[in-house]
């Protein structure tokens, strides 16, 4: 079956710019959450939704935001872009209905801001 | 913050067995330990988890001691193929996508 997709693979972007990436979970999987990564920071929870609504959120400035649509879809947003936001970006997916189902990962967007 | 102390990096032969130690000292009676690895440029992938019984499955097996604050992910047979960081997590069930990630062990099979 068709794994996470993640959507660019590779952005280049200029500092104050907005960017949008994209995900596209597992057929049937409900959960998408985001992940920065970065050599820094390592791997840090950006946000999770479930059924289209935000579940869990983590400690990341209001410039990062998301949305899930009714497929599953879901895409996330940074606005005025930093050159600090130049990261890994990685979605996972799961199925929640029990957490024994484990998340899988896409391969992520890499983003340069320049 | 991540609930976990792993050793930063660890050799291991080719064909031997790699035994990576974690720490989780503070542990909940109802958190699970799972173990993910990030092969390089790749998204972290999911091994195995386990509550208290040691666990096994086709990629690899988890030790967990009696009192639960520590444990030991076992590759039975390491390849090139397994160099990877691997990640120890503690968490409880049903908690959503919420995955803290600490540092984690980079493992080098060599050959």
């Known amino acids: ?114 | 913050d991540a609930k976990t102390t792993q050793p930063p990096s660890m050799d291991c032969a080719e064909g031997r067995a790699a035994n990576l130690p974690c720490n989780h000292s503070t542990i909940s009676g109802n958190e699970y330990v799972y173990w993910y690895r990030q092969i390089h440029s790749q998204g972290p992938q999911y091994i195995i988890h386990g509550l208290k019984n040691n666990e096994t499955n086709e990629m690899a097996s988890l030790i967990i001691t009696e009192d639960r604050k520590s444990s030991t992910l076992i590759l039975p047979h390491a390849t090139l193929r397994d160099t990877a960081v691997y990640y120890c997590i503690v968490r409880v069930d049903n908690q959503g996508g919420k995955l803290i990630f600490g540092q984690g062990t980079e493992l080098s099979v060599k050959p």
Not at chain 1, 67 to 74: E, L, M, P
């Open chain 1, 1 to 114: 079956k068709a794994g996470v997709t993640q959507t660019p693979r590779y952005l280049i972007k200029t500092r104050g710019q907005q960017v949008t990436l994209s995900c596209s979970p597992i057929s049937g999987h409900r959960s998408v959450s985001w992940y920065q990564q970065t050599p820094g920071q390592g791997l840090q929870f950006l946000f999770e939704y479930f059924s289209e609504t935000q579940r869990n959120k983590g400690n990341f400035p209001g410039r990062f935001s998301g949305r899930q649509f009714s497929n599953s879809r879901s895409e996330m947003n940074v606005s005025t872009l930093e050159l600090g936001d130049s990261a890994l970006y990685l979605c996972a997916s799961s199925l929640l209905i029990t957490d024994f189902d484990g998340y899988t990962f896409g391969s992520g967007t890499r983003l340069t801001v320049v």
